[in-house]
C-alpha cells in the first residue's frame, strides 16, 4: 500500500483547509486509516483516524468538533477537513494505514505504512 498526502498550504487563522490521502495498491477492509501531525520541535501527534470497514470515526480531543476526517471507498482516499484552524494546528500532517478495525488507534507505532507529509501552516 502507498500513501500520497496532498492538499497542505498557508491559511489564516480561523480558516478552512482540506487534506487527502490517496492510496494505491490494495486497500483492504480491515484496515484503519489516521492522519498524525508534528509541529517543530514536537513529537508526532495523532489527529484522527477512520475504520474502513465500518466509517467509524475517532478524533484527537484537540480537534474534536474542528476536524472531520471521512474515506470515499471508491477512490481508494481518506480526507481531512480542517475548520476553524488556530496557529496550534500548524505541522506537517501524515496520513496512515494499518490493520483493525478501531478506529480508537492513535499509537503511531501501530500503523505500518505511511505516506509523505504535507505542510499545514496556519497564521495568527
Known amino acids: 500500500v502507498q500513501l500520497q498526502a496532498s492538499g497542505g498550504g498557508l491559511v489564516q487563522a480561523g480558516g478552512s483547509l482540506r487534506i487527502s490521502c490517496a492510496a494505491s495498491?490494495?486497500?483492504?477492509?480491515?484496515?484503519?486509516m489516521g492522519w498524525f501531525r508534528q509541529a517543530p520541535g514536537k513529537e508526532r501527534e495523532f489527529v484522527a483516524a477512520?475504520?474502513?470497514?465500518?466509517?467509524?470515526?475517532y478524533y484527537a480531543d484537540s480537534v474534536k468538533g474542528r476536524f472531520t476526517i471521512s474515506r470515499d471507498n471508491a477512490k481508494n482516499t481518506v480526507d481531512l477537513q480542517m475548520n476553524s484552524l488556530k496557529p496550534e494546528d500548524t505541522g506537517v500532517y501524515s496520513c496512515?494505514?494499518?490493520?483493525?478495525?478501531?478506529?480508537?488507534?492513535?499509537?503511531?507505532?501501530?500503523?505500518?505504512?505511511w505516506g509523505q507529509g504535507t505542510q499545514v501552516t496556519v497564521s495568527s
Open positions: 496512515a494505514a494499518q490493520f483493525g478495525w478501531n478506529a480508537r488507534s492513535t499509537l503511531s507505532y501501530e500503523y505500518i505504512y
Open positions: 495498491g490494495r486497500i483492504l477492509s480491515s484496515y484503519v
Open positions: 477512520v475504520a474502513w470497514s465500518s466509517g467509524n470515526t
